[in-house]
């Protein structure tokens, strides 16, 4: 086509990235309660391995945004998971508490630092990122370091010392420690009866994702919170969501290019009822390609995050987010896709180690309680440290 023009903008010198890096080396060695807010640009720049080092080797907290969950193994011990909205206690109240918050590929968005100007009130905030027009576009930065992430860290670590913080570590524990009990992981053994609650749900949609090493490609609402609250380990680039967007009836046509992509892996697609019926025509794509995806329809009959709202704010005067679906056995059969319908916790590890095993896709239909709400919350308009949790929610 038509060449047109072009705007060449040389980068920094190589002399001003390294008088950045030694000014944050300096405000790292110097702070006692620092914090890694870690974003997708870490994995986009192959750089989480050299994000494990840094923690590893400075004693260093790591919260990961949503679109960041993947650059840090859930498992390991400095990982304090998502902050933000919904994010857990220990990863938004050590943000709030923090002296320095290092900013690595990430855009510090309002879903994930709350009010901007109550966001870690007491800290430096340091900013890394090769686009520069990312830099102060919400948030202050004291210092930006823009360039590649692969070539900074590269700079930066010969430069971090071995760190003992077990002071600021202890103070991170306490707050987990008064975290929500009903958050934790229920212990080995345990088999929960009764209705299908839907965290329960994809709790173990979550652990079979992870027993599978598989791909997990989560839709918009409240399920998506869910999935990244309680996903564990996951190779970088194995975690796909709308984030920015958070376009509904994305998750069935992601997962499709996911298994494509990489066919050598399992590919579990989670979706609300919502933005499921979105797209679910792409199920005859599905269908004709022979795609083998896993497809986990969490089905509450409502738009279940706006519900929430209308919950909390509203006084349950809901308004267009009670929806209703088509029956899914049926749907599936009529694809010629062996489909389970669950409502029943029960019935979930049977069900879902089933459908690990099928060569072909496959469809579960959870049918979960109706007004489950996701918790923790920070409201609109509060800071990090104000969230709304289980035990503040609306009676009735």
């Known amino acids: 086509g038509r060449k047109n023009p072009e705007l060449v903008e040389p980068p920094e010198s190589t002399q001003e990235i390294e008088a950045d890096i030694q000014q944050v080396a300096k405000l790292l060695n110097e702070s006692q309660r ?31 945004s949503l679109l960041g969950l993947d650059a840090f193994p859930a498992s390991d011990p400095r990982a304090l998971g998502m902050p933000g909205m919904h994010g857990t206690e220990r990863a938004n109240y050590s943000l709030q508490d923090a002296d320095l918050v290092l900013g690595l590929g990430v855009r510090f968005d309002d879903r994930v630092i709350g009010r901007p100007d109550r966001f870690a009130p007491n800290a430096r905030i340091v900013h890394f990122d090769v686009d520069a027009t990312a ?5 202050r930065a004291d210092v930006a370091v823009v360039a590649d992430l692969s070539e900074s860290l590269k700079m930066l670590l010969p430069l971090v010392p071995k760190a003992d913080r077990s002071a600021w570590w202890e103070r991170i524990r306490e707050w987990n420690r008064e975290a929500d009990p009903t958050k934790e992981p229920p212990r080995p053994g345990y088999r929960r009866m009764g209705p299908l609650g839907a965290r329960e749900a994809i709790r173990s949609v979550a652990r079979k994702i992870s027993e599978n090493n598989a791909i997990a490609v989560s839709d918009v609402g409240q399920h998506q919170m869910w999935l990244a609250q309680e996903l564990g380990d996951a190779l970088p680039g194995s975690h796909l969501t709308s984030g920015g967007l958070g376009a509904m009836g994305y998750a069935l046509p992601a997962g499709l290019g996911a298994a494509i992509g990489q066919p050598d ?55 267009e987010t009670q929806i209703s679906g088509p029956d899914l056995v049926a749907l599936g059969k009529a694809y010629g896709i062996p489909t389970w319908r ?21 469809l579960i239909w959870m049918q979960v309680r109706q007004e489950e709400n996701v918790y923790p919350m920070v409201e609109s308009g509060a800071a990090l440290d104000e969230m709304v949790t289980e035990s503040e929610r609306v009676p009735g």
Do not use: H
Request: proline share 4%; net charge negative; hydrophobic share 40%.
């Open 135 to 139: 830099i102060e576009r919400t948030m």
């Open 342 to 362: 669950i409502d029943r916790s029960e019935q979930l590890d049977s069900t879902l180690s089933l459908a690990a095993i099928e060569e072909g896709p496959v």
């Open 265 to 319: 892996r399992s590919v579990w697609v989670v979706a609300g009822d919502g933005g499921f019926q979105m797209s679910l025509q792409e199920l005859a794509t599905v269908v004709q390609e022979g795609i083998p995806l896993r497809i986990a329809v969490i089905d509450n009959g409502y738009l279940g995050m706006v519900r929430q709202w209308q919950e909390r704010f509203y006084g349950r005067r809901y308004s």
């Open 34 to 64: 620092p914090v890694l807010l870690v974003g997708r640009g870490v994995i986009l720049s192959g750089t989480s391995g050299k994000l494990s080092y840094l923690a590893e080797r400075n004693d260093l907290p790591v919260v990961t």
